[in-house]
């Protein structure tokens, strides 16, 4: 099984870019679909982005669509969040999951296996 690793968050201004890590800590993610999530307090834990290396295809949520890139390293070893333009709304503890079936999923709860988080601050 993998375990994902996330990191790359920090604090930014308004119109910063950043990129988000997710690490495989064991094996790599080839056989998985994965997807990036955040949750803001207080409210519900949220689908942003996600990659099916089975069927070539990526899926963006409406909200970070046109400012958001998902990739891979080359081995699949490594998922990459690339962001840009962000904004305050933005600000969340961002998750990266796995889960073993091809589809792009947007509920959180259909992912098996889930990294610890790396929190994202924009600042107005």
């Known amino acids: 099984q993998v375990q994902p690793v996330e990191s790359g968050g920090g604090l930014v201004q308004a119109g910063a870019s950043l990129r988000l890590s997710c690490a495989a800590s064991e094996g790599t993610f080839n056989i998985y679909t994965v997807g990036w999530f955040r949750q803001a307090p207080g409210k519900w834990r949220e689908f942003v982005a996600g990659?099916?290396?089975?069927?070539?295809?990526?899926r963006y949520a409406d909200s970070v669509k046109g400012r958001c890139t998902n990739f891979a390293s080359a081995a699949r070893k490594t998922v990459y969040l690339q962001m840009s333009g962000l904004l305050p709304k933005d600000t969340a503890v961002y998750y990266c999951a796995a889960r073993r079936n091809g589809v792009i999923n947007t509920i959180p709860d259909d992912y098996d296996y889930w990294g610890q988080g790396t929190h994202v601050t924009v600042s107005s």
């Open positions: 990659s099916s290396w089975n069927y070539g295809i990526a």
